[in-house]
């Protein structure tokens, strides 16, 4: 079992960049992958990035790529994702994920977080 928890969101302009932190409870986050996943308004939820246990892998979904960066800090059970050049299109409530059932960027994961709502005005 693993319970996750986001924080960092919130409402920026066109342009402006934000950071999200997913606080992992329990002993085993390093032996899990983490992801990032989003769901805009009327849109199904979709997926952002993902990381591998150690940070040394990483992927991104085709609309973030090189605006967004995953990365963990083991020591500190948490998780981030750097927003940079954000666009009214990023408006979305963002999830935090762990252990994918499948591949790393499926849909389909088995510990969720409740979400941080991140808002992009132009």
């Known amino acids: 079992q693993v319970q996750l928890v986001e924080s960092g969101g919130g409402s920026v302009q066109a342009g402006g960049s934000l950071r999200l932190s997913c606080a992992a409870s329990g002993r085993t986050f390093s032996d899990r992958n983490m992801g990032w996943f989003r769901q805009g308004p009327g849109k199904d939820r979709e997926f952002v990035a993902s990381?591998?246990?150690?940070?040394?892998?990483?992927y991104y979904a085709d609309s973030v790529k090189g605006r967004f960066t995953i990365s963990r800090d083991n020591s500190k059970n948490t998780l981030y994702l750097q927003m940079n050049r954000l666009k009214p299109e990023d408006t979305a409530v963002y999830y935090c994920a762990a252990d994918p059932q499948r591949a790393m960027t499926a849909n389909d994961w088995a510990y969720w977080g409740r979400g941080t709502q991140v808002t992009v005005s132009s």
């Open positions: 990381i591998n246990r150690s940070g040394t892998s990483t």
